[in-house]
């Protein structure tokens, strides 16, 4: 226990006002008019062009997305139309098998009827 009381240098209680937390401290306090606090208006003038352009182009952006969205939409309606024109519907299709079946089942009714006529001559 000895040990840290001999420590001198450590204050056992520091006052700290409002002060000392919201002044800048000397080092990074420039004098007006001087060039480093212009070249910090012509930076600070500099980020808001940057930041303006910046919010254009994601506007920009997004009508470009909204256009080419619409676009493909838009293609793609139309491919599936195209489709449908290129397909008979199905019940065309079913009509035309089912007038198939008929023409060919009565071929193959004549062609049995004819065989057994001709077995039993």
Same mark, same amino acid.
């Given at each position: 226990?000895?040990?840290?009381?001999?420590?001198? /240098?450590?204050?056992?209680?520091? @006052? !700290?006002?409002?002060? /000392?937390?919201t /002044?800048?401290? *000397?080092?990074?306090?420039?004098?007006?008019?001087? *060039?480093? =606090?212009?070249r910090?208006?012509? $930076?600070?003038? %500099?980020? &808001?062009?940057?930041?303006a352009?910046?919010? !254009?182009?994601?506007? /920009?952006? %997004?009508?470009?997305?909204?256009?080419?969205?619409?676009?493909?939409? @838009?293609?793609?309606?139309?491919?599936?139309? =195209?489709? #449908?024109?290129?397909?008979?519907?199905?019940?065309?299709?079913?009509? *035309?098998?089912?007038?198939?079946?008929?023409?060919? &089942?009565?071929? $193959? *009714?004549?062609?049995? !009827?004819?065989?057994?006529? +001709? +077995?039993? #001559?």
């Amino acid at each position: 226990m000895k040990r840290f009381q001999e420590v001198s /240098d450590v204050e056992s209680e520091q @006052h !700290y006002t409002f002060a /000392d937390f919201t /002044d800048e401290p *000397a080092e990074f306090q420039l004098p007006e008019g001087s *060039a480093y =606090r212009e070249r910090v208006a012509v $930076l600070e003038r %500099k980020v &808001g062009e940057l930041e303006a352009t910046v919010a !254009y182009l994601q506007a /920009d952006a %997004k009508s470009i997305d909204d256009f080419f969205r619409a676009r493909i939409g @838009h293609l793609v309606g139309e491919f599936v139309e =195209r489709c #449908r024109e290129a397909m008979p519907p199905t019940v065309e299709i079913q009509e *035309a098998v089912h007038e198939k079946f008929e023409a060919e &089942g009565q071929e $193959l *009714a004549k062609a049995i !009827y004819a065989a057994i006529l +001709k +077995k039993l #001559r």
